[in-house]
Each structure stands twice: as structure tokens, then as C-alpha cells.
């Protein structure tokens, strides 16, 4: 589903962003060491309510915040 962004900080940038995806992966430390002794081959993209769980930056000013930020300021903005 797309939507619009806009950067809820400088309120001027609707086009250029950097999305940034949360990536999980499985470990087992040694409790003692802190040495990693597994890791799990794969990552995963963390889900929130089905969607990826995304941050935005605004290329313009740098802001960096939830996705969610960004398209209530678009649709504020639009109203
Ligand atoms: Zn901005």
C-alpha cells in the first residue's frame, strides 16, 4: 500500500528519502565470554502488523524517524 511521506521536521521534503529496514537474526553467546557461538544463516525483516518495520530519513534536513511520523505529517499536511 503506498503513501505519501512527508518529513514532519523541515515540512519541505515529500520526494527524496532513505528508507531503513530492521533486520533480525538469531544468536547464541557464550554468557561468560560473549563470544558468539551460532548465528543463524539467514536475517529477517522485522514485521510490525504485516508490514516491514521501516525508519525514514529525510534527505533533505537528515531526520531520521518511524515510518508512521512521516505519512501522519503527509496526511496532516494534506488536509
Ligand atoms: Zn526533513
Wanted: glycine letters at 6%.
Amino acid at each position: 500500500m503506498a503513501e505519501p511521506y512527508l518529513c514532519p521536521i523541515c515540512r519541505s521534503n515529500r520526494t527524496s528519502f532513505e528508507i531503513i529496514f530492521k533486520l533480525s537474526r538469531e544468536i547464541r553467546k557464550d554468557p561468560e565470554t560473549g563470544e558468539e557461538l551460532f548465528q543463524a544463516d539467514s536475517m529477517s525483516v522485522m514485521l510490525r502488523n504485516d508490514r516491514p518495520e521501516l525508519e525514514v530519513k529525510c534527505l533533505t534536513c537528515g531526520y531520521t524517524g518511524y515510518e508512521g511520523l512521516f505519512i501522519k505529517a503527509a496526511r496532516q499536511g494534506a488536509s
